[in-house]
């Protein structure tokens, strides 16, 4: 699902117009730019679309986490509700404030499930950041019903589904503050970027202020003369971006149509097998990026995935995914009930996962790319069906 499959002249043609007029920096030199700010561009475009009201563009998905932790307030030995089932970019932006990762459990669709939410809220909870995860929405409403009933925030890590929607919003607007990324795995890429889309004007400040060294940002004097908030850091997005971020959201509507199109190929296709597809919180703002089905057991799983595999075309099992699967996260382990600036973590020892185990055990994965030939959607319903039939005998 790599966003770079849908590059093309566009592409060029921005990176060069910034490269011609030597412009790359995002901020400053307001007398020689002719009033071109692509980064600006950039924001204007996804609050456009998304009707949020601001929008900072970051270096990457993690800064955007980061960012929007940071102006939040999020102090040492605080406490963030997650799930166990994320990229570990997650849990390092937590981290990396020095607070508490506390992981719920999930649910058949593979998000936080909200039922597991109440009973892990502390007096030093700050935020509830559920993720959407493989091309698939949280179910936000009970999630956003149980912070608001203990005045909590909550974060969207939306940043592998820039362009779904749950209940006809935009997920990564439904919050105080979400989270898009553009890295190259992404179905929208600009190389390395990210987003914090919010509503709230003092946090977007806040936000807007640390990601550039504290920067007061104004197109009315020099960058060398702009007040300063405080320290910061540096997340900037370069000017580059901000033009091939412009192109990709114009091609965000084809990108994920096309995606769409090959997975209702491929379920309409297999429909007669009995196979059971992960459930969704809203089967119409899924951005399809991948195909998983659930087996009614973790041998039926393995069978599945063997067979499968002989069969043309291989599917991963979730729970074997070291990258989105906290169980394998030997640094998180290490944390385990150690003090955590006067919080005690909890154990996050592999067994304490049991529960998410037993769900990602039996999932199996099937990724699609934007662009994809009808041998190789063949090859998956191929696959599926020797899959499926291989646990039936």
Not at 40 to 55: L, Q, Y
Not at 265 to 288: Q, S
Not at 349 to 359: L, R, S, V
């Amino acid at each position: 699902m790599a966003g770079t499959e849908i590059f093309d002249n566009e592409e060029i043609k921005a990176i060069t117009d910034v490269i011609e007029r030597k412009m790359i920096h995002r901020y400053g030199s307001h007398n020689s730019r002719n009033g071109h700010y692509r980064v600006d561009e950039f924001e204007n475009k996804a609050k456009a679309i998304t009707g949020s009201k601001f929008a900072l563009g970051v270096s990457n998905g993690t800064a955007a986490l980061i960012v929007a932790l940071k102006a939040m307030g999020v102090k040492p030995g605080d406490e963030i509700i997650t799930t166990p089932f994320t990229f570990i970019a997650t849990i390092e932006a937590i981290v990396e404030c020095n607070a508490v990762p506390i992981l719920g459990e999930i649910d058949e669709t593979l998000s936080l499930d909200p039922e597991s939410i109440e009973k892990l809220i502390t007096h030093k909870t700050k935020a509830i950041m559920p993720v959407h995860m493989f091309g698939v929405a949280a179910d936000l409403d009970p999630i956003i019903s149980i912070a608001n009933k203990h005045n909590i925030p909550v974060i969207e890590d939306a940043c592998e589904v820039v362009g779904g929607t749950y209940k006809g919003k935009y997920l990564g607007t439904l919050g105080l503050c979400g989270t898009w990324s553009f890295d190259p795995n992404k179905t929208l890429t600009v190389g390395e970027g990210g987003m914090v889309l919010t509503n709230d004007e003092d946090l977007y400040n806040k936000m807007d202020y640390y990601h550039d060294h504290g920067h007061i940002h104004s197109k009315e004097v020099d960058r060398g003369d702009e007040g300063k908030s405080g320290f910061g850091v540096n997340y900037r997005l370069s000017e580059i971006q901000g033009a091939l971020g412009i192109v990709a959201l114009d091609k965000m509507e084809m990108a994920i149509g096309k995606l769409r199109a090959t997975k209702k190929k491929i379920l309409d296709a297999v429909a007669d097998t009995g196979i059971k597809p992960r459930p969704m919180n809203d089967n119409e703002g899924e951005t399809a990026s991948h195909v998983i089905f659930l087996m009614p057991t973790a041998e039926d799983a393995k069978k599945f995935q063997t067979a499968a595999k002989n069969a043309g075309c291989g599917c991963g099992i979730i729970a074997d995914n070291t990258w989105h699967y906290a169980k394998h996260w030997e640094a998180l382990d290490a944390m385990s009930e150690k003090d955590f600036f006067g919080t005690k973590a909890p154990s996050y020892a592999p067994e304490t996962m049991a529960n998410a185990d037993a769900i990602l055990s039996r999932a199996v994965m099937f990724g699609l790319n934007i662009c994809m030939d009808e041998e190789s959607i063949n090859k998956i319903i191929d696959s599926i069906r020797a899959g499926m039939k291989a646990i039936k005998q």
